[in-house]
């Protein structure tokens, strides 16, 4: 008999934190007190609060523990589990109120969420398939497969769906054009090459709940007419590629994968394919092609992939995040769906919340919710007391919301208005330390890498850009360098071929927008006013806080600052390579940073 | 099916198009606008990677490429406002910014497509710094060809001809965003891999990125060398192309002009490769004969072209016996001339060095081939010559491009030069060597010879019309008193590809195939002046065939240069000499 089970969180940053040593201990634990027959330990996909990993959860009280390292972890078999005795000592304490957290009901980062993409990460073994079963798992298929194939569509259109890949295009119209194309075999494809920097969505739901995106799979292929599926995924998300090749056995074992699909005459397979790490490939033509053993590399649309996709056929091609959805609108219809979320976008969004934030981790939530929800009621507020500036949506493609629209709705359309991207939903939360400039500089030498090199604005253009912005960041920039990079920015947006090169210019567009002071200060200053760019800083010693102890003088890599024991020193700024070395030791406050 | 008519406005004004048509067809061929495109190619490169062909389309969010968006119902084009000017002239700036600045000594310079299009979108200055740092290295490893990777804009025009006309697939991109270059397989160099030196690369590279590689100071060398007799062979495609260099006609006959540019050019003689031409038709068409009469390996298949018989050791390694053992008709002049030339003229062959001027850049590594020493070989022992000494057979190639060069630094009025002859005795030819130069010539002069030959009859008509005009694939069933002759004829190695693949099958149907490397024969090859009139190859053609049909001899048979050679020399057509001498071997290059 089973009396208890473990959750234990192994996603990602849990994995990294020490989740496996954790588990470990765990069921060595167990077998000591002989009670490994009555306490299960089972590995979740995340649960989202990864500052707090690794994670262990305990049912059916559903206890939360916290930061559980090797050390303790003992305590939770030994007093829990042994005595009945909560260890205290690693439940959660809310910041504000100092209250201890009992369960992940207790926690604000939890129950401001609506969890419905991500229902079942952290709560069933994603390599249980009986565990995805009992959440009413592959029963959407089963109604889907009594439909017909149209009203499966319509229940699609009606539900308001957006692709949650970044570019929000209704993903009912979408099965609708692929199923009104001609052509055949037609082609299932999941677009699983997430590949913004930060962003972890995808991720978790294929390592988490891997069956809900075969599910969803198999009844868009049978809506829109084809019986092979593609599970395009990253070579940088091995348990991913684990885990739901796994499940696809599984699926299989159990005829929800396969020929004559629950007896209703419908057979359909899912393949996976590993990308071999270009960002570029998680735009879909490029995706296609890379599926096809060809170099990732995007084309013209149209043709649209609904009409000529895979080996020129018609293609269905949706994101991870976009599939989870699917079999929740089935089994509950798209009334349901529409409850939440805001009347152009419903449903929810998952957000990797990442940056100057006291709790990161992933968060879903329902569109509209507020920038000011995400980043202060769930993600905590911003550490160490600092003002917040902005956030950065969309990764490398997006620009930045600042602190004036905390109190938007945030949906597709809201954000678009405001010169950024909803993206596949990494969020950056930027303090008051953050200089804009160097924000835009880094995502923009993210685009130049990954440009695939096909068009010229993207290949020549962003190197272009980023060449200018690095002049800026050193101090020489020059009069007529801002219209010179909004000009050659509208140009590689007008002129690009895909989607990567269109973005690509939006970090510089929309800092320009919000921050134009700071880019002057940079160029017409040298100055940097958030003290980040190393070249545009000046360190000096304050005289009336230099005690003359010479530990700035000695740690100067390049002998630069001079002074006499108990004289007051100085810094040679001709020498000075602004290391901040001198800053970091002097334990006066006496360097100054400006 | 009729096809549908769509309204489409161009810059205000209302047009019908075909359904299907791009904006960019829609634009030039029915507005009279011209939309600039650099890395569009009609049917070959239409990628839309270049963006200069960028117009304004109503109701779309962007900039539309001309070269590949169809035209649709009630469309507004605008192809001419300050927002296309812009980008436009932007992207060109783009890649500019990066481009070396050397059009003084570029050999492109004069027919450069981007500095054109720099110069008529009016860019005047370049606002933006070069951003790659390090020179990349030439790739010199081809024995026909040098890429300048310096130069590349990175169109995919040569990447494109490569793959979809010549099914060679030796270059494409390697490398991702702005450290992307055009490279082969590792980066190995063209000259160590599939690549078969055709040379079309360099016809559509829109700047000096592909050059053949040079041998114009070799020649040079040797015309100021007074110990060396220096004889010239000329191609048949090359009359009629050189004139272009000149600002000719497209499609003039220039063989006069040419044979007296070469001689005041100081070649001691100047001969015609449509000699050995005649010659090869002896001894492919007395080959075939043998082989259709003792049951031979059939079809078979000919063997002028350089690039096709690299493309077949290459690809087709297992079905080479095939091919027809013959030399090309370069080097078998380059051996008649160091042989039996050199015996009846009782000239040392050492001294003699044969230039051929070639439309072809896969001439260049045919003549460097080890096997193509054949004369060294007859020489070796009646002179007692040591192995160190081995001579080429043929020792420098010049393209039509690099002749006309030449030419020009010796400042030749070539258009207003009286004709002159070639010289004797190898310089008498048929009308049926003359149509080597366009594809299926090779194949009508055989037949001509073969059907004669066989039924001891004289031919009627001695034009076979079935096997002539620029298609990929032209078949024929030839009568030859009651035997029904079947014979295909393939330009281009996509085309070449499809006939091979059934003979590798044992499926073609075919006795006799004639494959040329390049589209249209060896007047589309890649020596060939480069030329942007989309009918340059026919023009080309129909200047061969008025040469042919005004020859008084056109019949390879009929040459009495031919008649004498093997009455003194030779023998009989595939004798043992003729054998020793004419014939060579192939050798497997596929990968293992």
């Known amino acids: ?594 | 099916m009729e096809t549908r008519m769509l309204n489409v406005k161009i810059n205000g004004r209302d047009y019908q198009v075909p359904d299907g048509t791009t904006i960019l067809k829609a634009a030039r061929e029915y507005a009279k606008i011209d939309v600039p495109t650099l890395c569009y190619l009609e049917g070959i490169s239409e990628e839309g990677a270049c963006a200069i062909c960028v117009v304004e389309v109503k109701g779309a969010r962007n900039l539309q490429r001309a070269c590949v968006v169809k035209v649709s119902e009630s469309m507004e084009v605008w192809t001419n406002t300050s927002r296309v000017r812009e980008a436009r002239k932007l992207n060109v700036e783009l890649l500019l910014a990066n481009h070396p600045k050397d059009c003084f000594t570029c050999e492109k310079s004069q027919i450069c497509d981007l500095r054109e299009l720099a110069s008529e979108l009016g860019v005047r200055e370049v606002e933006f710094p070069r951003t790659r740092t390090e020179l990349l290295p030439l790739d010199n490893t081809s024995l026909s060809l040098v890429r300048d990777p310096n130069k590349c804009v990175l169109c995919r025009r040569c990447v494109n001809v490569c793959a979809k006309v010549q099914s060679v697939y030796a270059i494409d991109i390697m490398g991702r965003g702005s450290n992307s270059t055009v490279s082969t397989f590792l980066d190995e160099g063209l000259g160590n891999v599939e690549c078969v030196n055709c040379g079309q690369c360099l016809l559509v590279c829109p700047t000096g990125a592909i050059t053949e590689r040079s041998e114009i100071p070799d020649v040079w060398k040797a015309l100021g060398n007074p110990d060396k007799v220096v004889v010239v062979e000329t191609a048949p495609a090359v009359r009629v192309a050189i004139g272009e260099e000149f600002g000719m006609p497209d499609g003039t006959q220039a063989t006069g002009k040419m044979a007296a540019a070469l001689r005041s050019l100081g070649f001691d003689k100047v001969f015609d490769t449509d000699f050995s031409a005649d010659l090869t038709i002896m001894e492919e068409g007395f080959e075939l004969i043998g082989r259709i009469k003792n049951g031979g390996v059939l079809p078979l298949i000919t063997s002028c072209s350089p690039g096709w018989v690299k493309f077949a050791e290459t690809f087709f390694p297992k079905v080479l016996d095939h091919v027809s053992t013959c030399k090309s008709p370069q080097q078998m002049f380059g051996t008649v001339t160091k042989t039996y030339w050199a015996e009846k003229m009782g000239i040392d062959p050492r001294k003699i060095v044969v230039v051929s001027v070639m439309p072809c850049t896969a001439k260049k590594f045919e003549k460097e081939r080890p096997e193509m020493k054949t004369a060294f070989h007859y020489w070796q022992e009646k002179l007692g010559l040591k192995d160190e000494e081995a001579f080429k057979d043929v020792d420098c190639v010049l393209t039509t491009r690099e002749a006309a060069q030449m030419i020009r630094e010796a400042g030749i009025d070539f258009t207003n030069l009286p004709d002159e002859d070639f010289d004797k005795p190898l310089g008498e030819s048929t009308g049926a060597a003359v149509i080597f130069g366009a594809t299926g010539g090779v194949m009508e002069a055989a037949l001509r010879t073969a059907y004669e030959v066989l039924t001891k009859k004289s031919l009627a008509k001695l034009d076979f019309g079935d096997v002539r005009g620029l298609e990929g694939i032209k078949t024929a069933d030839v009568d030859i008193d009651g035997t029904i002759l079947k014979v295909a004829v393939a330009n281009g190695l996509g085309n070449a590809r499809v006939l091979m693949e059934q003979v590798q099958k044992g499926e073609s149907p075919y006795h006799f195939i004639e494959i040329m490397c390049c589209p249209g024969g060896c007047l589309g090859g890649g020596g060939q002046p480069i030329s942007d009139n989309p009918d340059i190859k026919q023009k080309r053609a129909e200047a061969i065939y008025k040469e042919d049909a005004g020859k008084p001899i056109r019949k390879s048979h009929e040459n009495p240069e031919i008649k004498d050679i093997y009455k003194d020399f030779l023998g009989e057509p595939n004798s043992e000499k003729a054998h020793h001498l004419l014939h060579t071997e192939y050798c497997d290059r596929s990968c293992k």
Not at chain 1, 93 to 101: I, L
Request: a negative charge; proline letters at 5%; charged letters at 25%.
């Open chain 1, 1 to 594: 008999m089973i009396r208890n089970q473990l959750l234990v969180c192994a996603g990602g940053a849990c994995i990294t934190s020490g989740e496996k040593s954790v588990k470990d201990v765990l069921v060595d634990e167990l077998k000591k007190n002989g009670i490994e027959d009555e306490v299960q330990v089972i590995e979740t996909g995340c649960m989202g609060a990864c500052d707090l990993g690794p994670i262990v959860v305990v049912y059916p009280e559903g206890t939360f523990y916290q930061k559980v390292t090797v050390k303790n972890a003992g305590l939770i078999v030994n007093e829990h589990l042994v005595k009945g005795r909560t260890v205290s000592e690693l439940l959660y304490t809310e910041p504000t109120s100092e209250k201890q957290a009992r369960t992940s009901g207790d926690i604000p980062f939890y129950t401001r969420q609506v969890k419905r993409v991500l229902r079942n990460c952290g709560s069933i073994d994603p390599l249980s398939i009986e565990e995805y079963i009992a959440r009413d798992g592959y029963f959407a298929l089963g109604k889907a497969l009594e439909m017909t194939p149209d009203d499966i569509i319509q229940v699609l259109v009606d539900s308001g769906l957006r692709g949650r890949g970044g570019a929000g295009f209704p993903t009912g119209l979408k099965w609708k054009a692929t199923r009104e194309a001609t052509g055949s075999p037609k082609y299932v494809v999941c677009n699983g090459d997430e590949g913004d920097p930060g962003a972890f969505m995808d991720r978790s739901v294929l390592e988490g709940d891997p069956h809900s995106i075969i599910e969803a799979m198999a009844i868009a292929g049978y809506a829109i007419g084809a019986e092979q599926g593609y599970m395009y995924v990253r070579a940088e998300y091995p348990l991913a590629i684990e885990r739901f090749e796994y499940a696809i056995g599984k699926a299989r074992e159990y005829g929800f994968l396969g020929r004559n699909i629950l007896n209703a005459g419908f057979n359909f397979d899912i393949e996976i394919r590993i990308g071999a790490g270009a960002f570029v490939c998680g735009e879909e033509t490029a995706l296609l092609r890379s599926i096809e053993g060809k170099r990732g590399m995007p084309s013209i649309k149209p043709p649209f992939p609904a009409q000529s996709g895979l080996w020129n056929k018609p293609t269905l091609i949706n994101n991870v995040e976009t599939y989870a959805n699917i079999p929740q609108i089935i089994t509950n219809g798209a009334e349901w769906f529409r409850s939440v979320g805001s009347a152009k976008s419903p449903g929810t969004k998952v957000f990797a919340l990442a940056g100057m934030v006291q709790n990161t981790g992933l968060v879903e939530v329902p569109m509209g919710t507020t920038l000011r929800e995400l980043v202060f009621d769930i993600g905590g507020g911003i550490p160490g007391g600092k003002k917040f500036k902005a956030a950065q949506t969309g990764g490398p493609s997006g620009g930045v919301i600042t602190a004036d629209y905390l109190d938007m709705p945030i949906d597709f359309d809201t954000v678009k208005e405001i010169g950024t991207i909803m993206g596949s939903g990494g969020l950056i939360v930027l303090d008051e330390s953050s200089c804009m400039v160097d924000v835009a500089k880094f995502y923009l030498g993210f685009t130049v890498d990954e440009s695939c090199g096909k068009c010229t604005p993207c290949r020549e253009g962003t190197r272009q850009m980023y060449q200018m912005m690095e002049r800026i960041c050193d101090g020489k920039g020059h009069d007529g360098d801002i219209e010179k990079l909004t000009k050659l920015a509208n140009v590689i947006r007008d002129t690009s071929l895909c989607g990567l090169g269109q973005s690509a210019p939006n970090p510089v567009l929309s800092t320009i927008r919000f921050y134009e002071d700071e880019y002057r200060a940079h160029i017409y200053e040298k100055k940097c006013p958030s003290h980040v760019c190393k070249h545009l800083l000046t360190y000096t010693v304050t005289s009336d806080k230099c005690v003359g102890c010479t530990a700035c003088a000695r740690q100067c890599p390049v002998h630069a600052i001079t002074g006499e024991v108990k004289k007051i020193h100085l810094i040679d700024q001709s020498k000075c390579t602004k290391c901040g070395s001198c800053y970091e030791i002097c334990r006066f406050g006496a360097i100054r940073k400006e």
